[in-house]
């Protein structure tokens, strides 16, 4: 059975950071594009960040770029989220994706396993 097992997420003060992590299990992603996604109470979920098979290249959504940085360990298995100069607007629940191709976008369609969400909470 495959797993995707978010941890990391708590509450901080804007300006502050975390670093979310995702480790997979039951099979391995290192020939797959990983992402991160989030999901505002009562919004759609969000594209957030994807990295492709090797690290070597990421994309990001406008609203983290700069601020935010994936990362992999294909090794390990486990796909990293560091969130600096967080923001109000960044709370949400954020959700590890592992992708169908070895590089993948924004389109959510194209993950097939998705982790259960760590929630991230940014007080003003």
């Known amino acids: 059975q495959v797993q995707l097992v978010e941890s990391g997420g708590g509450s901080v003060q804007a300006g502050g950071s975390l670093r979310l992590s995702c480790a997979a299990s039951?099979?391995?992603?290192?020939?797959?594009?990983m992402g991160w996604f989030r999901q505002a109470p009562g919004k759609e979920r969000d594209f957030v960040a994807t990295?492709?098979?090797?690290?070597?290249?990421?994309l990001y959504a406008d609203s983290v770029r700069g601020r935010f940085t994936i990362s992999r360990d294909s090794a390990r298995n486990t796909v990293t989220l560091q969130m600096n100069s967080l923001k109000p607007e960044d709370t949400a629940v954020y959700y590890c994706?592992?992708?169908?191709?070895?590089?993948?976008?924004?389109?959510?369609?194209?993950?097939?396993?998705w982790g259960q969400g760590t929630q991230v909470t940014v007080s003003s």
């Open positions: 990295i492709n098979w090797n690290g070597r290249s990421t």
């Open positions: 994706a592992g992708a169908k191709l070895s590089s993948s976008g924004s389109n959510a369609d194209s993950y097939d396993y």
């Open positions: 039951g099979r391995t992603f290192s020939t797959n594009a």
